[in-house]
């Protein structure tokens, strides 16, 4: 049976997969710079007989497995590997080797995973009912995002990817269990930099001046208004701001308030309407202090949508593999993942595998200087990805 071949040669692939995982986790590099993880990869796929590309996207990779058919089935399976700017401060002995940089976010477990479904794969492709296109993607941190440039460089085509999975590790849920979500599942994400521009002075004569400072707190204060009275009670949105600078003193109050932010919803039509709010709040709050108020705001990544039928066949593919006990269904998240460029294009889902071990320790959330997975679950990725991928040609 193929599901029980899938399942012993992930067992089989268990020792590969960990020291591929640790391999790329000492060797961290920020997005849009990782040349030598993607030559990393690059040799691994050449280790396991996989033609492949390069510099798909930057730095990205795309391998084939399966030959063509009369039917011109093809599935995408992606994994991010870029890193983030943080120094680590775990203790285990493959923590990051470049200082300020780290794999906090999981994307070597996601790479490694893939490393080793695709090599399952391989080795059963005279079994697979189509091709599978492995997509191995950087920059996933960093606007505009690297699944953009995969897309743009034609990394989906020849063969047409019809759908298209990623996996992503949680620390939410413990190592054993998998999460989906059907429809909207992870919010669009802009990022907003706001200049007040007034004329500074002297604390103790505000009279004299144009309060930069009083003119910020308003704005952000007012701003708040857009999600609380404007936005559709039904549409989940966020207006954070998490960064403010105001280069003054004690008694002075200086020319500039800098301010950075972010906007998060499910709607595209609403996205564009609170954009538009935001600069218009901007001007009148401008007006109200007569200084003056410069927007930008950088259209960041869509929202990910999961697309119902191929998160059907997906979920009904992991409860076969781990039982129905350890599959579970997600929440929203107001967070963002870049892998929406692609789940606007084509039929997609976007799964979570656990990764949290509270008996061990390993509970640390995404983006946090101590973040590390339990690596039982890469004993569980790859076989499930893999098993995935026949599933869902087998539906197309």
Not at 271 to 292: G, M, N, S, V, W
Not at 363 to 375: A, G, Y
Request: proline fraction near 4%; aromatic fraction near 8%; glycine fraction near 8%.
């Amino acid at each position: 049976m193929l599901l029980n071949k899938i399942k012993q040669l992930s067992q089989d692939f268990f020792y590969e997969t960990v020291a591929n995982r640790r391999h790329i986790h000492r060797h961290p590099e920020l997005s849009f710079a990782e040349e030598k993880t993607a030559a990393y990869i690059s040799k691994k796929l050449t280790e396991y007989a996989i033609p492949h590309q390069g510099n798909i996207g930057g730095h990205g990779l795309i391998g084939i497995i399966g030959k063509a058919n009369k039917n011109d089935k093809c599935i995408a399976l992606r994994a991010d590997f870029d890193a983030l700017p943080i120094q680590e401060t775990n203790t285990h002995d493959f923590v990051s080797l470049n200082a300020g940089v780290m794999h906090a976010c999981g994307h070597d477990a996601h790479t490694s995973m893939l490393l080793s479904a695709a090599r399952i794969l391989k080795q059963l492709e005279n079994q697979i009912e189509g091709q599978i296109k492995l997509v191995f993607q950087p920059a996933e941190e960093k606007l505009p995002g690297g699944a953009l440039g995969i897309i743009k460089d034609g990394g989906l085509k020849n063969p047409d990817a019809q759908r298209i999975v990623g996996q992503h590790v949680f620390p939410g849920l413990e190592v054993g269990y998998i999460g989906f979500r059907e429809g909207a599942y992870m919010a669009s994400a802009d990022e907003i930099t706001i200049r007040v521009k007034g004329k500074g002075g002297h604390g103790a004569m505000p009279n004299q001046i144009n309060d930069s400072v009083l003119a910020a707190a308003q704005l952000i204060v007012n701003l708040q208004q857009i999600v609380s009275r404007l936005a559709p009670p039904i549409v989940p949105s966020v207006l954070s701001f998490g960064k403010v600078i105001a280069e003054g003193a004690f008694n002075i109050i200086p020319d500039e308030v800098f301010i950075q932010g972010t906007l998060r919803t499910f709607d595209e039509t609403w996205r564009a309407a609170a954009k538009k709010h935001i600069h218009r709040i901007a001007q009148a709050t401008a007006q109200a202090f007569d200084l003056k108020i410069e927007v930008f705001i950088e259209d960041g990544y869509p929202f990910v949508m999961n697309d119902p039928e191929t998160t059907k066949i997906a979920k009904q593919a992991a409860i076969e593999y781990l039982g129905e006990e350890k599959v579970v269904d997600l929440d929203q998240r107001m967070t963002a993942e870049d892998f929406a460029w692609y789940s606007q294009l084509l039929p997609a889902t976007f799964y979570r595998i656990g990764t949290a071990n509270a008996s061990k320790g390993i509970v640390s959330n995404l983006h946090t200087s101590t973040f590390d997975i339990d690596e039982q679950s890469l004993l569980i990725g790859p076989g499930l990805m893999a098993w995935i991928a026949v599933e869902q040609l087998k539906k197309l």
